[in-house]
C-alpha cells in the first residue's frame, strides 16, 4: 500500500510535471494516467504518474500519437511501479521513429538551400529539381521534404496549455 506521502494532488502533480492540471485531468479521461478518489471526491495520484506524464510529453514530441501511447502505456505492469527494464524495453519501440526523424532533420538540414518541390521555382536548380513545377500533380506542400517534416506527421491532439 501507498502511504499519503506518496499520494499528490493534482496541484502538486501539476507543478511538479509542469503540465496544466487541465492537461493531467484530460490524460487521465485519455486513460494515460490514473489517480484515486477521496471520499470528497478528490483526485490524488501515485508519485509514479510523474513518470508517466514525463513519458507522454517525449512520446508526443517523438510524433506518437495519444492511441500509440496509451497502448505503449499499456505494456507496463500494474501491480507495481514500472522499473528501468520496463521503460527501456517500452521506448526501444521508439528506436526506428527516432532514427526515420533524424535523418529526416538531418535531409532537411542539408536540403534547404536547393528545390524542395514547393513549387515556387525561385531556385536555378528548382528548374532541374521540378521543371515546370511538375511535383504539383503529387500533392500540396514541400513535396521533397520527408512527410515528417512537412506537417502531414502524426502528432498527438494535446490540451492547448501543454504545447
Not at 124 to 133: A, F, G, K, V
Request: aromatic share 4%; with cysteine.
Amino acid at each position: 500500500m501507498s502511504s499519503t506521502h506518496d499520494l499528490l494532488v493534482i496541484g502538486e502533480v501539476s507543478r511538479r510535471s509542469g503540465l496544466a492540471s487541465s492537461a493531467i485531468r484530460y490524460y487521465e479521461s485519455q486513460g494515460l494516467v490514473e489517480s484515486d478518489r477521496t471520499t470528497g471526491g478528490q483526485r490524488r495520484f501515485h508519485r509514479s504518474v510523474l513518470r508517466r506524464l514525463a513519458f507522454v510529453r517525449a512520446a508526443q514530441n517523438v510524433g506518437l500519437s495519444l492511441d500509440e501511447i496509451r497502448d505503449a502505456l499499456a505494456t507496463l505492469p500494474s501491480a507495481r511501479t514500472p522499473t528501468k527494464a520496463d521503460w527501456a524495453r517500452l521506448s526501444r519501440s521508439w528506436q526506428d521513429r527516432l532514427d526515420e526523424q533524424i535523418a529526416a532533420l538531418e535531409r532537411l538540414r542539408d536540403g534547404l538551400t536547393s528545390c524542395i518541390g514547393c513549387g515556387c521555382l525561385s531556385l536555378q536548380r528548382c528548374r532541374l529539381s521540378n521543371p515546370d513545377d511538375v511535383m504539383r500533380e503529387t500533392g500540396s506542400g514541400a513535396r521533397y521534404l520527408p512527410p515528417a517534416l512537412r506537417g502531414t506527421s502524426l502528432r498527438a491532439t494535446a490540451p492547448r496549455q501543454q504545447r
